[in-house]
């Protein structure tokens, strides 16, 4: 008999077919009455498919006794509780590294296309304006500018890479410093908004990380700063984000992610020193297909052999 696996969230047609070829396959939003189901399937589950954004909600894992793995589509896993699952034995697993080159290319992107005001030149042009009222005003450049970057993990350190091609200056902040990276650490976040052009957040999210960046970080980067979040939308105070565009505070702002996604503050919108994206820093096909197949693939090796591929840190010391 095939193991039982809950899928909470959507998967693609090719994470489905691997999943009902190796799983009595049970979706989360196709089961109507959930609490019948987790009394008469509850014991039954042993595997858990999912999202960084929907994760797996403490109740429904509390209910799922036998409850083996918990393999997540996507780097981040916040919304699942993995000290809790690693308490109980629960493997925890998700897509590092094969998503580090798209969500860096986001970053730069929003990086430039806030810094050129791309989206408003190309409203610009639209409008039939371009032959009435002359040449846009001139942009600012990328080229040369200082970046802070608030976690210099996996993506962190691509982005850094990748802004060597614009002779950006790097500097950086994490919890504690590492000592093989030929970037300038600041201990004080506060201290590094105040000297950088642009602060790029690729911190994890979760209660560690929430409100990171707060009014003093905010003020301290400055009207004429940048701050582009490509990480969680929880480490950004968001009112006082927005209340700082108002004020005009701060500068400019690209945002890939927000603390109540999909909802985004209606006062955003009209912002021409803003550009919104609807979180998809590792929306290409090419990435996504790679997430997908890690995802499926940490849970045929786990049912296999007792190992996952790509165990979040919490759950290393579970491999057999």
């Known amino acids: ?27 989360l939003k196709e089961i109507g009455d959930l609490e019948a189901f987790l009394t008469e399937k509850g014991e039954a589950i042993v595997a858990v498919a999912t999202n960084g954004h929907d994760g797996l ?20 896993y916040d919304a699942i509780d993995a000290n809790a699952a690693a308490a109980r034995g629960v493997m925890v697993t998700h897509t590092p ?30 409008a039939g304006r371009w032959p009435k009222e002359g040449a846009a005003p001139l942009r600012q450049s990328i080229e040369g500018k200082r970046v802070g970057i608030l976690g210099l ?25 590492k000592p093989d990276t030929p970037y300038r650490y600041y201990g004080n976040l ?5 000297d950088v052009d642009f602060l790029v957040v690729i911190t994890p999210g979760g209660a560690a990380t ?18 582009v979040n490509v990480g969680r939308g929880s480490v950004v105070d968001e009112a006082e984000l927005v209340a700082a565009l108002k004020d005009g ?13 999909p909802r985004v503050p209606e006062a955003l919108f009209a912002m021409e020193n803003v550009v919104l994206l ?18 499926v693939e940490n849970l045929l090796r786990f049912f296999a052999d007792g190992k996952a591929v790509t165990p979040v840190p919490e759950c290393k010391g579970l491999q057999a």
């Open 1 to 27: 008999m095939k193991p039982d696996l809950l899928l909470v969230g959507n998967a693609t047609p090719r994470m489905l077919e691997a999943m009902t070829g190796a799983f009595t396959l049970h979706r």
């Open 190 to 194: 506060v201290d590094m908004a105040k």
């Open 210 to 227: 929430r409100h990171l960046v707060n009014r003093a970080v905010i003020d301290a980067l400055g009207p004429e700063g940048t701050l």
């Open 249 to 261: 505070r701060l500068g400019a702002a690209g945002l890939d992610v927000f603390e109540d996604e």
């Open 57 to 76: 909600k403490p109740e429904i894992m509390a209910r799922l006794p036998n409850l083996k793995i918990i393999s997540c589509f996507g780097v981040g």
């Open 153 to 177: 993990g996996r993506i962190g350190e691509t982005i850094a890479r990748k802004l060597a091609a614009f002779d950006c200056e790097i500097v950086y902040h994490t919890r504690n410093r």
């Open 278 to 295: 609807p979180h998809v820093g590792s929306a290409t096909v090419e990435t996504r297909r790679a997430m997908g197949d890690l995802t």
């Open 97 to 126: 590294d094969v998503l580090n080159a798209d969500v860096a290319n986001t970053a730069i992107m929003l990086m430039l296309a806030v810094s050129r005001r791309v989206v408003v030149d190309d409203a610009y042009v639209r």
